[in-house]
């Protein structure tokens, strides 16, 4: 069935280190692809998303490219900083707009100072 | 533009216990979907509502669970009785076919814990 795969966590990182959060997929046809994001005590936050094989999404300066030959969608930061400690969760969403999401099981990044 | 909005935050119940959770999803929006989250995994989809219709409420465990959206706007998921697996966050999102990527925007959720 269609899945999402993640990087276990948690991953732990020194302000401005690089960030990578690994995830692929599995799924008939060609999904739309996204990052969400949980902070501690909030709700859940879409980060970024692409809908289309080589799109790259991009926010508060994460990267992510879909990638259909390797059916990845790895979350990039060049510099990561205290205040991006959260979970966060790839999803996937078979291309039919208006359907539920299929989230992978998220991974934990604490960033020190 | 106010968001999803949720209640309770919390609720501990006993196990064979009902409880009932409600959802105000954001003025305008035709879909609203109801995800549970176990602790240590992502949102896993229960049921989503078109309107007040139903389109998927496959992994739904239906001998206890039921949700409703009368009037296609706000919605109730009821638990009936809990079980000590049913400790998890309840998620409600709704989205807008307004909005060409159709994005799903989440409450804050309910956490239930069963003891």
């Known amino acids: 069935g269609d899945s999402v795969t993640q990087m276990e966590g948690p991953v732990t990182l020194s302000e401005e280190a690089f960030l990578t959060i690994n995830c692929t997929y599995t799924a008939t046809g060609y999904p739309s692809l996204f990052w969400y994001v949980q902070y501690p005590g909030e709700g859940l936050q879409l980060l970024l998303k692409?809908?289309?094989?080589?799109d790259k999404g991009s926010n508060k300066g994460f990267e992510a490219t879909y990638r259909k030959e390797t059916t990845s969608f790895h979350l990039e930061k060049g510099s990561v900083q205290v205040s991006d400690s959260a979970v966060y969760f790839c999803?996937?969403?078979?291309?039919?707009?208006?359907?539920?999401?299929?989230f992978g099981k998220g991974t934990t990044l604490s960033v020190s100072s | 533009e106010a968001g999803v909005a949720q209640s309770p935050r919390y609720k501990i119940i006993e196990k064979r216990q009902s409880v009932a959770f409600w959802c105000n999803p954001i003025?305008?929006?035709?879909?609203l979907y109801w995800y549970q989250q176990i602790l240590g995994q992502g949102p896993k989809l229960l049921i989503q509502f078109q309107n007040n219709g139903v389109v998927d409420d496959s992994q739904l465990p239906k001998d206890r669970f039921s949700a409703e959206r009368l009037k296609g706007v706000d919605s109730t998921l009821k638990i009936q009785p809990a079980k000590l697996e049913d400790s998890a966050v309840y998620l409600c999102?709704?989205?807008?076919?307004?909005?060409?990527?159709?994005?799903?925007?989440f409450g804050p959720g309910t956490r239930l814990t069963v003891t």
């Open positions: 999803a996937l969403r078979l291309n039919q707009a208006g359907t539920a999401l299929i």
């Open positions: 999102a709704s989205s807008s076919p307004g909005q060409g990527s159709y994005e799903q925007y």
């Open positions: 003025s305008g929006h035709a879909t």
């Open positions: 692409a809908t289309k094989a080589d």
